[in-house]
């Protein structure tokens, strides 16, 4: 078939650029960091800055690779730390994707709930997380349901707003013709609507998590005895500063390795997407 | 064996609100469609076809008159009437094969089947080998062909085409012209094509129903079972007759 | 050259003609030739606590002004902002408690030159009244209220990392408990005494203002500072820096600030509305007959300048001082707990970050 192998000609040559492209962007990356590291020791070698305000990055590296094993300052290990995050940010975000997915899917698609949930919904957005704390504390306690839902309410509106904005924007076309085949309207948001939402709806998917680790520290100010958030404030209590940068350095990988994670199921998920890049 | 008519419309009118004033559409616009005939509807860019043809096939209402198909009066979506829209009607999430399997869904067949049922028309439009293949993979012609099979996987007698050429290069679309004309050869249906295109409207037609600009009615019938087929471009007659549509098709554009 | 003197002895009329209003039109404004010496300018930082009282009196009432100082003064709720903000260069001399005195002096350059209160007279954990723990009653040889039993599992709200966790320490050793028999939740002191409020936790710490807030809604302390006998020093703090080259004005300061202290055990009542007007300045709740407890428990009792001198002194050569052997025990228990290594601890104990000539120079 001449038609094939023109095609598979022409995905070679785009493949062996691509690489290039992804190599040389690479390079830059790790050139960057590497200025960034040098300058960062270079100001604490020299004590240009003071080693009760910044610390080298060595030292940081010796405070994780220490913290991996030793409880202290604040009682628990580097991973017992990582991992009660963890659970606050699965918790919180696992609750808004189940709730908030299919309630922007289906505000998106039947008007009459769009028009009811809009209003409360418009109120409760630009509310910041930590205005919670004092309400949530009193209705919620202070133990994992409070600190879940700080993370859930900035995990749920950006995967509502996506997933809403995705489905409204699905072709007509597609669902004329799922009409001419006869579908009901409940048929077609299955078949047609929510396909068609899923590229919007994880993008939002992505911001959703990376809003929700950026905030486990907010939600552990509540009230905590382990997490990175608490291994921050603890360092600035016994004025530790090297686990205070460590623990935001841990934060940020970790937040990094989600969202790849994450954009790696969106790549499966969503194969059948025209890939631009 | 009585030469019924397949499709019918009786007068009928669309008019669209556009904020406070009204737009008049389609202006009591009455036509019939034998069985399997090639019916194909002519006009102006933007004079209402599409407006009609999705009134056919139940996608709209009508502001009035009535459309009978089989006979019977019909008032919106006919499990007899299957479409084929532009490069868009073919869903970008699902393979090929999964395409051309959607309308069988809704009649209630297993998966094995259906894909056995199509397969038949995935190699009718030749695309044997593409089956798993995502629409984001194939070319505009193909894509087209997908949405043809789909189509005529889906069993209905009547089949509504709206500008489904449009959107691809000329050397692909008369390709697609010859495609379209041995498909219905060898499974014959009633179709009902729009186009703007005088040749293509010329090339494929046993009618051609002629149609003047907004608000939309009848100019012309013309009837064109005497010229042979396959048909030729450059033909004495063909020329003759694209001529005297393309004066009365400048008439109409004013 | 001749206006420039015109505008230099403008812009000094000007300044001085300011200054002398901030100071509560106390003082006449002079007349200003270019002999005429500026105020001293300095930046202060206290707590709205106890110890920073004396501070806020001296400003009130003129202190500050007698001894020709200009001052500016920042008010921290805690000693991790504080200590930052000296690493800064904000402020160069000061209050705080405990928690700076590690951060600060231990780890940084600040040296200590005085003490104040005592946060030990106003410090404990309390209980709901209907609880067991309450129910057991108070046992006399562990100074705090229910046995082990009683103790043990029990969820603490309280802010790790403060003078808290030795009162916590101290209560659990009397009662042979181990440091995680009891669940530690580490929450700020405002939230937590809403959270306990609302339900949350079985006990909560209520220290300084908080303590009678505590009292007032009804709940029981189950250990205190008192029973526990701690004595735990806030003190008066100055950077080497300062010390080193204008040593008078910390002199003029601690004077002011010691004058400030006199005051206060002279007229407790007016030094309760003042307390009231401090605190709610800085966005902490009290009210004038908690503050008058306040000031009667703990700021009445700052030592004298004379008494201050000997907690500076060594009994022998190679021993600590008082001061040095109070904040010792402190620092025992939380290098024991993990929170602070031995480095910290030797580091607090030199010699040369304390300096008591500031109060003998105020002996008369």
């Given at each position: 078939?001449?038609?094939?192998?023109?095609?598979?000609?022409?995905a070679?040559?785009?493949?062996?650029?691509?690489?290039?492209?992804r190599?040389?962007?690479?390079?830059?990356?790790?050139?960057?960091?590497?200025?960034?590291?040098?300058?960062?020791?270079?100001?604490?070698?020299?004590?240009?800055?003071?080693?009760?305000?910044?610390?080298?990055?060595?030292?940081?590296?010796?405070?994780?690779?220490?913290?991996?094993?030793?409880t202290?300052?604040?009682?628990?290990?580097?991973?017992?730390n990582?991992?009660?995050?963890?659970?606050?940010?699965?918790?919180?975000?696992?609750?808004?994707?189940?709730?908030g997915?299919?309630?922007?899917?289906?505000?998106?698609?039947?008007?009459?709930?769009?028009?009811?949930?809009?209003?409360?919904?418009?109120?409760?957005?630009?509310?910041?997380?930590?205005?919670?704390?004092?309400?949530v504390?009193?209705?919620?306690?202070?133990?994992?349901?409070?600190?879940?839902?700080?993370?859930?309410?900035?995990?749920?509106?950006?995967?509502?707003?996506n997933?809403?904005?995705?489905?409204?924007?699905?072709?007509?076309?597609?669902?004329?013709?799922?009409?001419?085949?006869?579908?009901?309207?409940?048929?077609?948001?299955?078949?047609?609507?929510?396909?068609?939402?899923?590229?919007?709806?994880?993008?939002?998917?992505?911001?959703?998590?990376?809003?929700?680790?950026?905030?486990?520290?907010?939600?552990?100010?509540?009230?905590?005895?382990?997490?990175?958030?608490?291994?921050?404030?603890?360092?600035?209590?016994?004025?530790?500063?090297?686990?205070?940068?460590?623990?935001?350095?841990?934060?940020?990988?970790?937040?990094?390795?989600?969202?790849?994670?994450?954009?790696?199921?969106?790549?499966?998920?969503?194969?059948?997407?025209?890939?631009?890049? | 064996?009585?030469?019924?008519?397949?499709?019918?419309?009786?007068?009928?009118?669309?008019?669209?609100?556009?904020?406070?004033?009204?737009?008049?559409?389609?202006?009591?616009?009455?036509?019939?469609?034998?069985?399997?005939?090639?019916?194909?509807?002519?006009?102006?860019?933007e004079?209402?076809?599409?407006?009609?043809?999705?009134?056919?096939?139940?996608?709209?209402?009508?502001t009035?008159?009535?459309?009978?198909?089989?006979?019977?009066?019909?008032?919106?979506?006919?499990?007899?009437?299957?479409?084929?829209?532009?490069?868009?009607?073919?869903?970008?999430?699902?393979?090929?094969?999964?395409?051309?399997?959607?309308?069988?869904?809704?009649?209630?067949?297993?998966?094995?089947?259906?894909?056995?049922?199509?397969?038949?028309?995935?190699?009718?439009?030749?695309?044997?080998?593409?089956?798993?293949?995502?629409?984001?993979?194939?070319?505009?012609?193909?894509?087209?062909r997908?949405?043809?099979?789909?189509?005529?996987?889906?069993?209905?007698?009547?089949?509504?085409?709206?500008?489904?050429?449009?959107?691809?290069?000329?050397?692909?679309?008369?390709?697609?012209?010859?495609?379209?004309?041995?498909?219905?050869?060898?499974?014959?249906?009633?179709?009902?094509?729009?186009?703007?295109?005088?040749?293509?409207?010329?090339?494929?037609?046993?009618?051609?129903?002629?149609?003047?600009?907004?608000?939309?009615?009848?100019?012309?019938?013309?009837?064109l079972?005497?010229?042979?087929?396959p048909?030729?471009?450059?033909?004495?007659?063909?020329?003759?007759?694209?001529?005297?549509?393309?004066?009365?098709?400048?008439?109409?554009?004013? | 050259?001749?206006?420039?003197?015109?505008?230099?002895?403008?812009?000094?009329a000007?300044?001085?003609?300011?200054?002398?209003?901030?100071?509560?039109?106390?003082?006449?404004p002079?007349?200003?030739?270019?002999?005429?010496?500026?105020?001293?300018?300095?930046?202060?930082?206290?707590?709205?606590?106890?110890h920073?009282?004396?501070?806020?009196?001296?400003?009130?009432?003129?202190?500050?002004?007698?001894?020709?100082?200009?001052?500016?003064?920042?008010?921290?709720?805690?000693?991790?902002?504080?200590?930052?903000?000296?690493?800064?260069?904000?402020?160069?001399?000061?209050?705080?408690?405990?928690?700076?005195?590690?951060?600060?002096?231990?780890?940084?350059?600040?040296?200590?030159?005085?003490?104040?209160?005592?946060d030990?007279?106003?410090?404990?954990?309390?209980?709901?009244?209907?609880?067991?723990?309450?129910?057991?009653?108070?046992?006399?040889?562990?100074?705090?209220?229910?046995?082990?039993?009683?103790w043990?599992?029990?969820?603490?709200?309280?802010?790790?990392g403060?003078?808290?966790?030795?009162?916590?320490?101290?209560?659990?050793?009397?009662?042979?408990?181990?440091?995680?028999?009891v669940?530690?939740?580490?929450?700020?002191?405002?939230p937590?005494?809403?959270?306990?409020?609302?339900?949350?936790?079985?006990?909560?710490?209520?220290?300084?203002?908080?303590?009678?807030?505590?009292?007032?809604?009804g709940?029981?302390?189950?250990?205190?500072?008192?029973?526990?006998?701690?004595?735990?020093?806030?003190v008066?703090?100055?950077?080497?820096?300062?010390?080193?080259?204008?040593?008078?004005?910390v002199?003029?300061?601690?004077?002011?600030?010691?004058?400030?202290?006199?005051?206060?055990?002279?007229?407790?009542?007016?030094?309760?509305?003042?307390?009231?007007?401090?605190?709610?300045?800085?966005?902490?709740?009290?009210?004038?007959?908690?503050?008058?407890?306040?000031?009667?428990?703990?700021?009445?009792?700052i030592?004298?300048?004379?008494?201050?001198?000997?907690?500076?002194?060594?009994?022998?050569e190679?021993?600590?001082?008082?001061?040095?052997?109070?904040?010792?025990?402190?620092?025992?228990?939380?290098?024991?707990?993990?929170?602070?290594?031995?480095?910290?601890?030797?580091?607090?104990?030199?010699?040369?970050?304390?300096?008591?000539?500031?109060m003998?120079?105020?002996?008369?």
């Open positions: 078939m001449e038609e094939r192998n023109k095609l598979e000609a022409a070679g040559k785009l493949r062996f650029e691509r690489r290039r492209e190599q040389k962007a690479l390079l830059l990356g790790i050139i960057s960091i590497f200025i960034f590291l040098t300058v960062w020791q270079m100001l604490c070698t020299l004590h240009i800055v003071g080693e009760n305000v910044l610390v080298s990055p060595i030292k940081v590296i010796q405070a994780i690779w220490i913290k991996a094993g030793d202290r300052p604040d009682g628990n290990t580097l991973l017992q990582i991992l009660s995050s963890f659970r606050l940010v699965l918790i919180g975000f696992g609750l808004a994707l189940v709730i997915l299919p309630l922007g899917l289906l505000m998106g698609w039947y008007r009459p709930l769009d028009k009811f949930i809009r209003p409360i919904f418009e109120i409760i957005r630009p509310l910041p997380p930590i205005a919670w704390i004092p309400i504390i009193v209705i919620l306690g202070i133990g994992t349901a409070a600190k879940s839902f700080i993370i859930f309410f900035t995990t749920f509106v950006p995967i509502v707003i997933s809403y904005t995705g489905i409204r924007e699905t072709n007509q076309v597609y669902i004329n013709f799922a009409k001419t085949c006869g579908y009901s309207n409940w048929r077609i948001f299955r078949t047609v609507g929510i396909p068609s939402a899923m590229p919007l709806a994880f993008a939002g998917m992505v911001i959703a998590l990376g809003n929700g680790w950026g905030t486990l520290v907010a939600a552990e100010m509540l009230a905590s005895n382990s997490g990175l958030g608490y291994m921050i404030f603890m360092g600035r209590s016994y004025g530790r500063i090297d686990i205070i940068i460590a623990g935001m350095l841990v934060i940020g990988l970790i937040g990094l390795a989600l969202t790849a994670a994450l954009e790696l199921i969106e790549g499966y998920v969503l194969k059948w997407r025209i890939k631009e890049k | 064996m009585e030469n019924r008519n397949k499709v019918e419309l009786h007068k009928i009118s669309k008019v669209f609100l556009n904020g406070d004033s009204c737009e008049a559409a389609i202006e009591e616009v009455s036509l019939s469609v034998k069985e399997n005939e090639f019916l194909v509807l002519l006009g102006p860019g004079c209402g076809k599409s407006v009609l043809l999705n009134i056919v096939a139940g996608l709209m209402e009508a009035s008159g009535e459309v009978y198909i089989n006979g019977e009066l019909c008032g919106g979506i006919h499990p007899e009437v299957g479409m084929v829209f532009q490069e868009l009607g073919v869903l970008p999430w699902l393979t090929v094969r999964d395409n051309v399997a959607l309308p069988e869904k809704f009649r209630g067949m297993s998966k094995k089947d259906r894909y056995a049922h199509g397969q038949e028309f995935i190699d009718l439009v030749g695309l044997h080998g593409f089956e798993k293949y995502y629409p984001h993979q194939l070319s505009g012609g193909m894509k087209q997908v949405g043809i099979a789909r189509a005529y996987a889906s069993d209905s007698d009547i089949l509504l085409m709206d500008e489904p050429f449009g959107k691809l290069d000329a050397q692909t679309r008369y390709s697609m012209q010859d495609e379209i004309l041995k498909i219905w050869n060898q499974n014959k249906k009633t179709v009902i094509f729009v186009t703007n295109n005088i040749e293509e409207a010329v090339y494929l037609g046993d009618r051609i129903i002629l149609f003047t600009a907004a608000p939309m009615s009848v100019r012309r019938i013309y009837d079972k005497d010229l042979p087929r048909r030729n471009y450059t033909d004495e007659k063909f020329l003759q007759i694209r001529g005297e549509i393309n004066r009365h098709m400048d008439l109409v554009i004013q | 050259m001749k206006k420039m003197k015109k505008v230099l002895a403008m812009a000094m000007l300044s001085l003609g300011i200054t002398a209003g901030c100071g509560g039109g106390k003082d006449v002079t007349e200003q030739t270019e002999e005429t010496t500026a105020k001293e300018k300095i930046t202060v930082s206290v707590h709205p606590s106890g920073g009282l004396p501070a806020y009196v001296a400003e009130q009432n003129g202190y500050y002004e007698e001894e020709g100082l200009e001052v500016e003064t920042l008010v921290y709720i805690g000693a991790p902002p504080q200590m930052e903000a000296y690493e800064a260069g904000a402020w160069d001399i000061g209050t705080t408690g405990f928690g700076g005195i590690v951060l600060g002096v231990a780890k940084s350059s600040l040296k200590i030159i005085g003490v104040t209160i005592d030990g007279t106003v410090m404990g954990l309390w209980a709901r009244p209907d609880s067991d723990i309450v129910n057991a009653g108070y046992q006399e040889e562990t100074g705090c209220y229910g046995t082990a039993e009683n043990k599992d029990l969820e603490i709200l309280y802010t790790q403060t003078i808290t966790d030795i009162m916590l320490t101290a209560t659990l050793e009397c009662l042979g408990l181990a440091a995680d028999d669940v530690r939740t580490n929450m700020d002191s405002s937590a005494f809403t959270a306990f409020q609302a339900g949350s936790g079985d006990l909560v710490q209520a220290n300084s203002s908080f303590y009678f807030n505590a009292e007032d809604a709940w029981v302390p189950v250990t205190t500072g008192v029973s526990q006998e701690i004595y735990m020093p806030s008066i703090v100055a950077s080497d820096k300062m010390i080193e080259e204008d040593p008078e004005t002199e003029k300061w601690v004077r002011a600030y010691m004058k400030g202290v006199q005051w206060i055990k002279d007229y407790p009542e007016e030094a309760a509305e003042l307390f009231v007007e401090f605190c709610e300045e800085n966005g902490v709740a009290t009210d004038e007959a908690n503050a008058l407890k306040f000031v009667d428990a703990q700021i009445i009792k030592p004298s300048p004379k008494e201050q001198t000997g907690y500076f002194k060594k009994a022998e190679g021993e600590r001082t008082v001061l040095q052997e109070a904040l010792m025990k402190c620092m025992e228990t939380y290098v024991s707990m993990g929170n602070y290594t031995q480095e910290d601890a030797d580091a607090l104990m030199l010699d040369e970050n304390y300096d008591g000539s500031f003998e120079g105020l002996n008369p």
